[in-house]
C-alpha cells in the first residue's frame, strides 16, 4: 500500500499568506485606484479642451462675442454640439473660467479656495467660474434645474447650497418673481401683468423668433442675466432690441424662403401652386387667378421640405398673425412656418390664408 505524504497548509502558513496578500492589497489598491483616477481626469481634462476649441470655433463662426457669454450660453452651444457634459467622477466636474475663456476640470472640494463676490449668472456657483458640468451631484442637479427655470427646485432643497455661501446669498435674494423666463420662444412664468427687473433666456434657447416683450412690463434698470441666444429672427416684435446690449446674430428671414417648399401631398386644394404663392400685397387678378387665398382648413394639411442644401432640421415653430389691421379686418391671416436646425435658422416659409 502506496504511502500518502502530501501534506496541506498548515494554520501557521494559511495565516502568512493571507497577511502577505492584504499587504499587497493595502499597496497595490490605492495605487490602482489612484492610477484610475488620474486616467479619467486626464480624459476629462482633454474634453474640456475640445469644448474649449469648440466654443472659440463658434464664436468665430457665428460673429458671437465670446467676453459676453454666459455659462448657459456656453452650455447651450456645447448641448448643440453634442458633447457629453457629464464628468467621470464625482470629484470634479466641467467649468467655464470667464477670465481665460476655457472649460476647466475643477475639483469641487478646491472651489471654496476661490473669493466670492456679486454674482450674475444662476450657473456661477464661485465668482468667475460657471458650472457647465451636467454630472449627478447636488449642486449640478440645482443648477440644472435652475437654467431651465425651475426655481421651486432649489425653495425645496436649500441646503444643497450650504457649502457655497455667495452662491446662497445669491439665490435667496434672487428675484424670481420679478424675472420673465423665456423658454424656445415662449413666456414661462405667467401673463407678464406685472413689473420685471430680470429676462432669463433658459438653457437651449438659440433663437427668438416672433416672441414679443412690451417694454411697458419692464424696470428702467432691467437687466439681462443671461442672453443665449445666439440668432434673433429680423423684423419680429422687439425682444431684439431690449436685449440688444448682449451680442446678437440678426437672420433676415426673407433670405430663408427659397429653401423650403409647400406642398399638398394629397391634391386635394384647387390652384395650390398659385394660392401657396399669395401674400398680402397679391393683385386682385393674382387672387382671382388662384381662386382666392388657401382656407384655413386647408393649411393643416400641407407639408414643408427643407431643401437638400440645409441641414435636416430638427424642430418646426408656427406662429399666426396678420401683417396690418387693413389685412386682419379683410380675414387674411399669415403663418410663419420657421425651421430650426443645431446652428439656428435654416428655413422659413410665409403661408396667406383666410381665416
Known sequence: MKKNNKKGFT??????????????AGVLIPTITGYIKKARLSNDQQVAASMTDEIERYCIEHNINQNKLCGIDVRTILIAKDYNMV????EWSYFYNESTREVEVIKFKDLSAQTGGAYDDLTEIIKGYYLVGKGKTDIEVLVSELVLGRYDYYTNNTSIVAE?????????DYSYDNTIYINSGSV??????????????????????????????????????????LFAVEGNGNLAEIVGIRSVKKVNLVSFNSHVTAQDPNNTITNFDLKINLDSSSSLDEIGAAGGYLKESEIYSIIFTVGEDINESTSLLLD????SEVDKLKGIWKMSVLF??????????EVYFER
Open 87 to 90: 464628468p467621470s467622477a464625482k
Open 11 to 24: 494554520l501557521t502558513e494559511m495565516i502568512v499568506v493571507i497577511a502577505i496578500i492584504g499587504i499587497l
Open 164 to 172: 457655497y455661501s455667495d452662491y446662497e446669498d445669491m439665490l435667496e
Open 188 to 229: 414661462l412664468n405667467g401673463s407678464l401683468d406685472s413689473t420685471y427687473s430680470n429676462i432669463v433666456f433658459c438653457e437651449l434657447v438659440s433663437f427668438i423668433p416672433n416672441l414679443t416683450i412690451n417694454k411697458a412690463v419692464l424696470k428702467n434698470n432691467y437687466k439681462v442675466e443671461n442672453a443665449n441666444f
Open 340 to 349: 430650426m436646425g443645431a446652428d439656428g435658422v435654416v428655413g422659413y416659409k
Open 320 to 323: 399666426f398673425g396678420v401683417d
